[in-house]
């Protein structure tokens, strides 16, 4: 399968993953009253994110999209399969989206063979069940502190490509698009995707599976202030205290920014359509 | 990836694009001995000659050349498979110029995507090839993370172009020794025999057997034995390789292309 059908009535579709597909650094809008996106944030936090964009977009071209979203921040790949696949597989799904693995690859001594095992059998149980796969590879990191692990993601990433063809799942190459290489793809955190990159990835999916867009994901930028030296200097040391040393902490502790945060739309529900 | 449509009834022209891994080392013919620099047959002409089963005639030339980097691949042989205007081309470059030290994944796949626009251009189906993963081989495996970078650049630039790809890397039957000859850089007999009927499988052709296929059982080497082979492998491959690094020469320095013409392929037997 590489395209959606259109023309059917109705539609499942389950996101599976971490934080990447519960949508963080993209804060859910919220209506007046409902108190602020930092406080919803500190909740627990509810966060839009590419897979309710893409949501919507299959909303908009099939009458009943039912949709659910398991994925949990800070989740490694055998969390993500342990806790997210059974009630996955119970929803009898027509589409799933998998995005896992790399929460584990940040971590010393991660196996990107072993990691892909494990994907591998995942995704033949979804494909035996006869529900369409999407899989997904990274954005290529060729700058900053993500360098030096750059051969381990792309060797994961491989992986990954290879299960897609050998199981006929579709896959998403984040890794070729250059535009989510811009800063303006990401959060000050620099490992979450910020609104727009959410928005062009999800443009980026339904390009992949067919599903017509007005908006293009890879529309170029606009022209960017430079930003002069010891300003940059200065957003690396507040990233170092805001974002890298607790990121240090929880993996010293054993913890996760996941624990305790439960998936925010547990149950295939209806999906309003984009107001076009 | 679209699939390669051919009319059996007509002519197919191929033409093989490459270095040492598309000349056909080590797959040696039985005059290779006798023959200056070798005459080698490997996974393309295998696939010539399944070919040449499939239609009613095939036209075959072999441009690649050992030692050869992306570079001379893209600006000596690219222009001749322009001039030849073949239904397909297969072209598998790179391997050279990762093996060298600070050889930039990004910048030959720039130099691949260059010649891969150009033959598409023309028309022709074109097949490109993953590196393969070097997890069992010691000497090569801290490797592994550039050419895994240097991959995900070849399949995106396939993505972008439309050409089929043999992942390599995803066939972990050549990481068996038997898939390789004793230089341990080049494929055995056997490891170009799989790898052909890997081609034909992308290619929709029935490649009449399984590349897939399990290894029998080997006896187990003796650590000694095991050793021995190491040092006989220093000897007489890594230290003559370093060599021609360091001097800039190349072990395809005066060796012609085997193949340079489209030429009909008899099939013999």
Partial sequence: MSMIDLGRDRLTYVALGDSFTE?????????????????????????????????EHLAAHIPEVHYANLAVRGKLLR????????????????????????????????????LAAQLERAVR???DQGCDVVLFTGVNIASGFMRVLLGRFARYYLNVRSIADRTGSVLVDQWSMSVLRDPRAWESDRLHMSAEGHRRVALRVCDTL??????????????????????????????????????????????????????????????????? | MSGFAFDRDGVLSY???????????????PDSAETPHGHFRGWADRLAERLADEVRELRYANLAVRGRLARQIVTEQVPRAEQLQPDLVTLAAGGNDILRPGGDPDQIATIVD????RLRATGAHVVLFTGIDPEFQPVMRPLRGKIAVYNMHLRAI?????????????????????????????HSSEGHRRIALRVCEVLGVDPGADWREPWPESPQVAWADARRADARWAREFLVPWIGRRLTGRSSGDGVSPKRPDLAPLRVSG
């Fill in chain 2, 15 to 29: 033409v093989a694009l490459g270095d040492s891994f598309s000349e056909g080392l080590s797959d040696p013919y």
């Fill in chain 1, 23 to 55: 949508g963080v650094g993209d804060p859910a809008v919220r209506e007046p009253g409902e108190g602020t996106d930092a406080q919803a944030a500190a909740d627990g936090g509810l966060y839009r994110g590419w897979a309710d964009r893409f949501a």
């Fill in chain 1, 125 to 127: 149980r979804l494909r």
């Fill in chain 1, 210 to 276: 067919g599903v017509p867009t007005v908006e293009r994901w890879d529309e170029p930028w606009p022209a960017a202030d430079p930003v002069d030296w010891r300003t940059a200097r200065s957003a690396d040391a507040r990233w170092v205290g805001q974002f890298l040393l607790p990121w240090v902490g929880r993996r010293l502790s054993g913890r996760s920014s996941g624990d305790g945060v439960q998936p925010k739309r547990p149950d295939p529900t209806e999906v309003r359509s984009l107001p076009v």
């Fill in chain 1, 79 to 114: 969390q993500v399969l342990a806790d997210q696949m059974p009630a996955a597989l119970a929803m009898r799904p027509d589409l799933v989206t998998l995005c896992a693995g790399g929460n584990d690859l940040l971590r010393p001594g991660a196996d990107p063979d072993l």
């Fill in chain 2, 158 to 186: 396939a993505d972008a172009h439309d050409c089929s790809v043999v992942d390599l890397w995803a066939m972990r039957v050549l990481g068996d020794a038997r898939a390789w000859s004793w230089d341990r850089l080049h």
């Fill in chain 2, 114 to 117: 260059q010649g891969i626009s």
